[in-house]
Structures are given as structure tokens and as C-alpha cells.
């Protein structure tokens, strides 16, 4: 089975930095992914991991670490419309490409 | 631009009911999936396809049911709707490839009441 752990919750201040983080156990590993979801539309994917690192996209960054089970994203800059939830979910081994998803976590971003 | 095409986005319906929830990608992708999404929850999945005809259950299967005749559409199928079958289901689909990162492209949802 899988086990996916993010925070419920977070807030930050516009202009400012924020670190979403996830742990994961899984039976074995085949990548993981970060999705964003504003309220009442559909999860989008941002990121991608499956090597240990940093992943850049503009402002946002993915960062891996398979020894420890555990990814962040973060986001700089940060701007209104970055309030949404974000979704950990992780790849599991053995030629299945079906990701399981964390509860997500709701970024709630004020002036 | 890749699309995924839920039938419904409202829909509001009574105990005992059959529900059909209907699913269309044009990306040609092999597989797709149906999630549930509730508050505190995430996103659970009932079912899955890799291939037409092909289906395998996810976390949650009981009380569905699902149907892949052609390769674009995935449809899930409420036998006899329960109020604990109130949520929003999403549809995704994605490349059964492992070249790419095999990202999941979503339906924007069907909001699902059984009352």
C-alpha cells in the first residue's frame, strides 16, 4: 500500500515564499507528481519527480528526496491567484502507471 | 490543446437510481480513471482501463461499476445511487508510456447529489 502525508492547511502573504511539503511510503516508487486545483475546477499538473534534486519551473520548484520519502514544492512570489489546493501523489513500481493521491493541500494566499 | 469531456457537471438524483457518469478523451490516451473527491479525502479511485474492454478496480470500487466499449470514452455506472455516493467524481486519462511522465489530464468533474 501507499501512504501519502501533506498539511491540510497553509497560508502566506503575497509576495512572499511557501514550502508544501509531502512525505510518502510506498511499495516501491515510479515517480511523483504535484498537481494544483482551484476551487470548483480540475487539478492541473505542475511538476514531475523521479530522480533525487530540485526541479525548476519558473516559480515553482519540486525537490525530491527517495531515501527520505519526501518532496516539496515551493512557490515563490507568490501571488493571489496561487490560492488552491495542492495534490501530492505518488507512482508506485511494478508497471502500473496508477498515482496515488494525498488529501491535498489548501493554500489560502492574503495581501 | 488535450481535452477531457465529462458529460454532466450537475447532477442531482434519488436513492435507487441508476447514474451514468460518461467520460471523453481525444488524445488517443490507453488509460483512464475515475476518482472520487470529498472534502478531508482527496481523491480516491474507483476504477481504472488500460486498454478497450479493460477495467480494474481502484481503492473504492464498491457500488460502481464501469464500461470501456471504445477507447475514448470511460464510463461509470451507479447501479443503485446512495447518499453516500454524494461527491464529485473526476475522469482522467493519460499515455501508457514510459517515455513521458504519464501526467493524468482531468474532466472538469461531475458534482454529483443523491438524495
Known amino acids: 500500500g501507499q501512504n501519502i502525508d501533506q498539511p491540510t492547511e497553509m497560508t502566506a502573504t503575497e509576495g512572499a515564499i511557501v514550502q508544501i511539503n509531502c512525505t510518502y511510503q510506498t511499495s516501491g516508487f515510479n515517480g511523483l507528481f504535484w498537481y494544483q486545483q482551484h476551487a470548483g475546477e480540475a487539478p492541473t499538473f505542475l511538476s514531475y519527480n523521479v530522480l533525487d534534486g530540485l526541479e525548476e519551473k519558473g516559480r515553482f520548484s519540486s525537490f525530491l528526496s527517495r531515501s527520505k520519502g519526501y518532496s516539496y514544492l515551493l512557490l515563490k512570489e507568490l501571488q493571489m491567484k496561487d490560492s488552491a489546493s495542492y495534490l501530492c501523489a505518488v507512482r508506485g513500481a511494478g508497471g502500473s502507471y496508477i498515482p496515488t493521491f494525498g488529501r491535498g493541500t489548501s493554500l489560502i494566499v492574503h495581501p | 490543446d488535450v481535452k477531457v469531456t465529462q458529460s454532466s457537471r450537475y447532477l442531482v438524483k434519488r436513492t435507487g437510481e441508476k447514474v451514468f457518469l460518461e467520460c471523453v478523451q481525444d488524445?488517443?490516451?490507453?488509460?483512464m480513471f475515475w476518482y472520487r473527491q470529498d472534502p478531508g479525502l482527496g481523491l480516491r479511485l474507483i476504477y481504472f482501463?488500460?486498454?478497450?474492454?479493460?477495467?480494474e478496480k481502484g481503492d473504492i470500487p464498491e457500488g460502481y461499476s464501469v464500461s470501456r466499449e471504445k477507447k475514448e470514452r470511460f464510463s461509470l455506472i451507479l447501479e443503485s445511487a446512495s447518499t453516500n455516493q454524494t461527491s464529485m467524481y473526476l475522469c482522467?486519462?493519460?499515455?501508457?508510456?514510459?517515455?513521458?511522465?504519464?501526467?493524468?489530464?482531468f474532466g472538469e468533474g461531475s458534482r454529483l447529489t443523491v438524495l
Open positions: 482522467a486519462s493519460s499515455l501508457l508510456d514510459q517515455t513521458n511522465t504519464g501526467e493524468l489530464f
Open positions: 482501463s488500460y486498454d478497450v474492454k479493460m477495467k
Open positions: 488524445m488517443d490516451h490507453e488509460n
